[in-house]
């Protein structure tokens, strides 16, 4: 089995963008730690990142054929992106909704999601501790699929 991690705008700047939201880790140390996480499971972990919007869309498209599922970090996309939104609901990826910070707690504009309605589920909050819980998450729905 193999997953996409994939990262959205502005998440390549992890480690020194505001850390005390986002931690001190890198988008490198993140990466990182997804494929050794992968790799403890026995699943290849594929990771990706891009600020642009189509790129994204494209990464999705692309993942169809190639990857089990998807954990998405959309970023900012994730209130905006109806492009996102139809990305994953058109292949029809399984994929898990991601975010270091806890959004419900911030700014309002925050707490709405294009991706949550076509997202297997949603976690946030965990920091860097995220990504994993997401990959577990993700394997768990793709173990127990019918
Ligand atoms: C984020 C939360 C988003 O609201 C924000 O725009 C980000 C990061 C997170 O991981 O906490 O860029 O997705």
Excluded: W
């Amino acid at each position: 089995t193999s997953i996409l991690v994939l990262n959205g705008p502005n998440l390549n700047l992890l480690g020194t963008r505001q850390p005390e939201i986002y931690g001190h880790t890198t988008l490198a140390d993140v990466e990182e730690m997804c494929v050794a996480h992968g790799k403890t499971h026995g699943i290849d972990v594929t990771c990706a990142q891009s600020n642009h919007e189509g790129a994204l869309v494209t990464h999705i498209h692309e993942a169809r054929g190639k990857h089990a599922g998807i954990v998405l970090n959309a970023g900012a996309y994730t209130h905006t992106s109806i492009a996102l939104m139809d990305a994953i609901k058109g292949t029809e990826m399984p994929t898990v909704e991601m975010h270091l910070s806890n959004v419900h707690a911030r700014e309002s504009f925050r707490h709405t999601s294009f991706i949550a309605p076509v997202a297997i589920g949603v976690i946030a909050g965990f920091g860097v501790n995220s990504y994993k819980l997401a990959i577990d998450a993700l394997l768990g729905f793709l173990e127990t699929r019918p």
